[in-house]
Structure formats: structure tokens, C-alpha cells
């Protein structure tokens, strides 16, 4: 897929076609570790800023703020929020030549998620050499974990509804269609779109390959309804979640 074509194409319906993390965050874990790196001192770089959902958490909190994303599209509508601080980059996040003005922190939000694997480990080398020596960065990706449990949560729902897991419709777990070296991958359907998800030790593996030290992992947890239409109201903790990392320079 050309992603520059694919985010400029859908531009005019990100706010309804993009699943809202800032929104959706259960227990705003996000504005938490945006407040413990606040430095108005320091400079940051929001990587895949999309329209620009970050900019009122990051703009107050850091000297100045380099937002990128692949689509100019997209930059060009982030860019009306008007922001003094706020300057703008046209990039391709994999790309290995691409160069970014060293910071002191970074954020990238469900951008690493490629269906070519070896990509994504691309743009978190990449997001590593923007850090200034000391520098932190916060990723956030669909976890792995995450989507069986989904997958296994409806197989439980249907049991108590008298379905056998063999008898349940193909299309109820169509997020588990790909081939199994795919989904050993992580591999997972989202709106039929071949998605990148995570382990938690893979992600170790992964960053420490990327010259980053991961110095938390957590859940950022969402409700059941991001999941299914109308979940039964015994579904509750724990939730389905991506993984929030934060990390630093090795």
C-alpha cells in the first residue's frame, strides 16, 4: 500500500475513520506521562501527527513542537489549530534517510503498525536517532495480547448463548483471518486492514534491536463498545488496551 496515498485519500474522514486513543483512553494514562515530561525548556516531535490530537497536550507543555506525518493532507488541516509553537514536517517515517532535528522527547501514537514488520522497526530506529542523549520517547501500539483476548472474549459470549466455538460465524472472527504465520506475526485484521499488533516481549526485543531502553510498559485500557456492538454487561476488567511505551535512548 502506498500509505502517502491511503492518508491523503482519507484525510477529509480521519476524525471518522481513525479510532480516537485520547478520546477513548479509559484512565487518561496518556495526559499522566505527557505531565511527567513537560519542560517548557525542551522540544518535541509528534510523529504521525495526523490532525493534530496531540497539539493541546504537547504545545503548553514543551518550548516548541515538530509535528510530522506522511500525508501533507492531513498536515494541512492539523496545521488550521494554529499553534504558535507548532512548526510542521512532511515525512515518510521509514524512510532510513530521513532526517529530524534532535529533541528532547518524542510521541508517536498508533503509527508503527505497518503490515511489512521489518518497516515498523524502521521508524522506531528513526524515532531513536531524533532523541538528544538523554531524550525520552512515548509510542503507543495495538497489542497482540490485546486481540486474543478480544477474539477469546467473543468465543465466552457465545457460550453462554448456547454457540459452540465451532458453530460460531467466520465473520465474528474475521480479525483472525490471515494465515497463522501471520498472526504469530501479529498479523490482525482491523476493518479488514492488515494491522501490526505487539507482545509485551517482543516490544522488548524489538526496541533494544532500535538502540532504546524501555523504561515503562502499560496498558492504555478502553471499553468493551470500542470492541463489539453492544457487549453484554457482565464483559468489564480487565479491558481491551494498547500498549503505551515509554522509553529512552541506550
Known amino acids: 500500500m502506498d500509505q502517502e496515498k491511503h492518508w491523503n485519500r482519507i484525510s477529509s474522514t480521519y476524525e471518522d475513520e481513525i479510532f480516537d486513543v485520547f478520546k477513548s483512553d479509559k484512565h487518561k494514562i496518556l495526559p499522566t506521562y505527557f505531565r511527567k515530561h513537560a519542560n517548557k525548556n ?3 516531535i509528534d510523529f504521525g501527527c495526523g490532525v493534530g490530537k496531540a497539539f493541546k497536550y504537547l504545545s503548553p507543555i514543551f518550548k516548541s513542537v515538530l509535528a510530522t506525518d506522511i500525508s501533507d493532507e492531513l498536515i494541512a488541516i492539523a496545521r488550521k489549530k494554529n499553534y504558535s509553537n507548532i512548526t510542521y514536517k512532511q515525512a515518510d517515517l521509514t524512510n532510513k534517510r530521513v532526517r529530524f532535528p534532535l529533541s528532547d522527547f ?33 509510542i503507543v501500539v495495538p497489542s497482540l495480547e490485546s486481540a ?22 467466520k465473520d465474528e472472527l ?39 531502553r524501555i523504561t515503562a510498559l502499560e496498558k492504555i485500557e478502553y471499553e468493551w463498545n470500542t470492541e463489539f456492538n453492544s457487549p453484554p454487561t457482565w ?6 488496551w494498547d500498549w503505551l511505551i515509554e522509553c529512552k535512548r541506550m
Not at 459470549?157 to 448456547?162: A, D, Q, V, Y
Not at 454457540?163 to 460465524?169: G, N, R, S, V
Not at 486492514?193 to 509485551?200: A, D, E, I, L, Q
Request: proline residues 5%.
Open 174 to 212: 474475521s480479525s483472525l483471518k490471515n494465515s497463522k504465520t501471520d498472526i504469530v506475526q501479529g498479523l490482525i485484521q482491523i476493518d479488514n486492514v492488515t494491522t501490526k499488533h505487539y507482545s509485551r516481549e517482543e516490544l522488548y526485543v524489538l526496541f533494544e534491536r532500535a538502540g532504546l
Open 235 to 240: 464483559m468489564k476488567a480487565p479491558y481491551p
Open 42 to 44: 525542551h522540544t518535541a
Open 148 to 169: 486474543l483476548y478480544s477474539a477469546w472474549q467473543l468465543i465466552e459470549w457465545s457460550k453462554k448463548e448456547g454457540i459452540k466455538p465451532a458453530e460460531i460465524d
Open 106 to 138: 518524542a510521541f508517536c501514537c498508533n503509527v508503527i503498525m505497518l503490515p511489512e514488520v521489518e518497516r515498523n522497526l524502521d521508524m522506531i530506529i528513526n524515532i531513536g536517532k531524533s532523541l538528544k542523549p538523554k531524550g525520552y520517547a512515548m
